[in-house]
């Protein structure tokens, strides 16, 4: 280990001489054979237990510096105190360092970790590669109290004895039988590992908790409801005899009534159902069996749900329920809206709320089915978060695991962290345009070096498959996205099959064209040398007009053989600004005629994309649409955050949140409020508003990385604003 932790590893003596499955690290397309992953550890609840002594006063300021590998959940004296890390690479593992002093006492202390490790090859967890066990200091300023080494105990809760998962194998459900007792306490091993560590501590989630706003009971059950989506664990006693069974059913909805009819979304009726199994394929049902007595039950996971229903045995009595609910931390009155555009007012809302949920130790695609940080879905979702908090830890983090993941493939992984490989060609194109993002709002020029030699590696990786006018020519390494579900492709003329055929098609070479546009605008600001005419995006540009824009059509094709012009073919090259100035009008036109024919994903793109042409009052009229495929339908539809696609029932697993839908977020504030940085990190700003005329009124609060925040205020047609230190 590097020389963050003066502590040692220590894990159970079942993982001391295994070797780490670093197997699981590999390229999509190999699919190796992986060493055996013995059954018997997977899904491990572990206990680890430790003391120290505090001789006089406790000192002012104490912290714990520790990490686990999987999960830990940090207890002190018998107080919940923190949980991490966030999941990462061995490469660049994690850790967390947190002000212990308020739970400390003179005297003897007692220290647990609640070490979880999971086992499985998923999205939501580093995991799968016997890599198991936990590490901490405990420090006053430099002195250092305790830490972790052979005199510290552990044993297994051995209640958990579900083996069944969830989602994308995406946990394991909590089945527990409270008469089985936890194993006998055992010495610790002490192990050396390969760990490299992070830099610097990640902070952990902000953890806390609710009530419900409602319930009913019927006859052998409690509906419980929360309000609105939660991304939680449940807390409760259960008070029976042994061998009494409690079920216990999560939903982000309710279910159809008998008629076929969805009921409102909060109305809750003797009739009431909750789909338990839900529409993002989660079936969220536990079943825990009684010890006589008291039987606490403290979820160690999360799930993505607003109802809860417990089912109950007569004679078995439930107190205490509430939801523990975790995300990154997030001052909630940091980002305010206020204006009379009730439309607009809900849609920030939802967005707003789907970004905290969403925002967990990494930007989860969905908090439920998946929970892993997709490349694509950064795009959106970090411009919204940072705009939102005003704090860069979370995004800096994900550019790092994105870097990170280039030891597995230069040309980057799609799920970054994770044990899952998946690679989406799209995504990986995207880099340049969050490396702009990491110095606009960061202003660190020598992090953006090292980010420019990353993005010139993803341009050589993908240069294998250019043809001889440069143009990429079925780039079979890599998912070839365009847009997801397939049904919002707008026709897209061009057999997505994956692996992707022979041929040269649209969105893939603008993202390509893109990327090129952004890393030379990155050598432009760090004034990087070049030799001649190693500057590129001219050619491939001028290729690109040859090879898909059809005069006649005034818009460009899908691909080299069709005519047939999808939006996603018209809004990218729009978007990234090399689209032939005589394809402005057409693309703008079709944007109105087609609206959002895309995915909530490609949205992003196109509201840009009509900034670029000034078209402010396309962009507010498509934020505060009431149609079909709009944010607004999805709160029509009860929603209480931004959803997977437009509507409930336009994808056959929409999860019920999503924040890659929350576009509305940075576009509302880069291009219709207009603030953006004069100088990087945000140390001068630039507001310059195009808010349409026939807006009455619209104030908002927005903080800024520097530590101040603009106050924004518009009324009849004028407005002000000023900034204010926090």
């Known amino acids: 280990m590097s020389n963050i932790f003066s502590g040692k590893f220590i894990t159970p003596a079942e993982f001391l001489y295994l070797r780490p499955i670093n197997e699981i690290f590999h390229c999509e397309s190999e699919r190796p054979a992986l060493p055996p992953h013995p059954d018997g550890l997977k899904n491990l609840h572990i206990t680890f237990c430790g003391s120290f002594e505090i001789a006089s006063l406790v000192p002012e300021r104490v912290t714990a510096r520790l990490t686990a590998d999987d999960y830990y959940k940090l207890y002190i004296n018998g107080e919940f105190v923190c949980q991490g890390p966030a999941q990462g690479y061995p490469q660049g593992y994690n850790w967390n360092e947190v002000d212990v002093t308020r739970y400390l006492r003179s005297g003897e202390n007692g220290i647990i970790a609640e070490v979880y490790y999971n086992g499985l090859i998923n999205r939501s967890f580093d ?29 297994f809760d051995r209640s958990y004895v579900g083996l069944r998962t969830t989602g994308y194998a995406t946990q394991f459900l909590e ?21 490299t560590f992070a830099d610097k501590p990640f902070p952990t989630v902000d953890v806390h908790t609710l009530e419900p706003v409602a319930f009913i009971r019927r006859e052998g059950s409690v509906i419980y409801d929360f309000g609105r989506e939660v991304t939680a664990g449940l807390r409760f006693t259960a008070c029976g005899h042994e061998g009494d069974s409690v079920t216990l059913r999560c939903a982000e909805e309710l279910a159809l009534r008998a008629d076929g009819s969805y009921p409102p979304e909060g109305e809750l009726t003797p009739e009431t159902e909750i789909r338990w199994k839900t529409r993002a394929n989660c079936e969220y049902s536990e079943t825990m069996i009684l010890a006589e007595g008291e039987n606490f039950v403290d979820q160690y996971d999360y799930k993505a749900f607003r109802y809860a229903e417990l089912i ?28 009379s555009d009730e439309a607009l007012k809900k849609v920030f809302e939802i967005c707003k709320r789907g970004v905290m949920l969403g925002s967990q130790e990494v930007y989860v695609d969905c908090p439920g089915r998946e929970k892993g940080q997709y490349a694509g879905d950064l795009t959106v979702t970090s411009a919204s978060q940072l705009w939102l908090s005003g704090d860069t830890r979370l995004f800096e983090k994900a550019v790092r695991n994105q870097v990170e993941s280039t030891f597995i493939n230069e040309g980057i992984m799609a799920v970054t962290p994770g044990s899952f490989m998946q690679e989406i060609a799209d995504y990986s194109l995207q880099f340049p345009i969050l490396a702009l993002r990491y110095y606009d709002f960061t202003g660190d020029r020598d992090g953006l070096m090292k980010l420019l030699g990353v993005c010139d590696r993803m341009l050589s990786f993908f240069e294998r498959w250019q043809r001889e006018d440069g143009l990429l020519d079925g780039v079979d390494c890599k998912w070839n996205l365009v847009d997801w579900p397939e049904n919002l492709r707008d026709g897209y003329d061009f057999p997505m099959t994956n692996p992707i055929g022979k041929g040269v098609h649209n969105v893939i070479n603008a993202f390509y064209i893109g990327a090129v546009i952004c890393t030379e605008r990155i050598i432009d600001i760090l004034d990087v040398k070049l030799e001649e005419g190693a500057k590129r995006s001219d050619a491939l540009i001028d290729a690109y007009n040859r090879c898909f824009w059809r005069p006649e059509l005034g818009l460009y094709a899908d691909s080299e053989t069709s005519n047939h012009a999808a939006l996603h073919s018209n809004v990218l090259p729009l978007y990234f600004g090399f689209a032939k100035e005589e394809s402005h009008r057409g693309i703008a036109e079709l944007i109105r005629r087609r609206g959002f024919s895309s995915g909530v994903y490609m949205s992003y793109f196109t509201l840009k994309a009509l900034s670029r042409l000034g078209l402010y009052n396309d962009i507010w009229n498509m934020l505060t649409s009431t149609g079909e495929s709009s944010w607004y339908n999805m709160a029509r539809e009860g929603c209480t955050c931004c959803i997977e696609a437009w509507g409930k029932d336009k994808k056959w697993n929409t999860s019920l949140c999503h924040p890659w839908a929350s576009a509305p977020i940075s576009v509302l504030i880069e291009d219709i409020i207009g603030v953006s940085p004069k100088a990087p990190g945000f140390t001068d700003v630039d507001v310059r508003p195009h808010i349409p005329n026939s807006v009455e009124r619209l104030e908002m609060r927005i903080p800024l990385v520097t530590g101040k925040h603009i106050e924004f205020e518009w009324e009849n047609g004028f407005y002000n604003y000023r900034f204010i230190k926090d």
């Open 312 to 339: 109950v045995p007569e004679g078995v009595e439930i107190t205490g329920f509430q939801a523990v609910e975790r995300h990154y931390p997030l001052d909630e009155n940091a980002c305010l809206l206020e204006t």
């Open 175 to 195: 089945d527990r039988d409270f008469r089985v007792e936890p194993t006998e306490w055992e010495r610790v091993r002490v192990k050396e590992t390969d760990y």
């Open 127 to 155: 995991s799968g590669d016997l890599r198991c066990g936990f590490v901490c200091d405990i420090l006053a300023g430099d002195e250092l109290l305790a830490c972790t080494d052979g005199s510290w105990r552990c044993r």
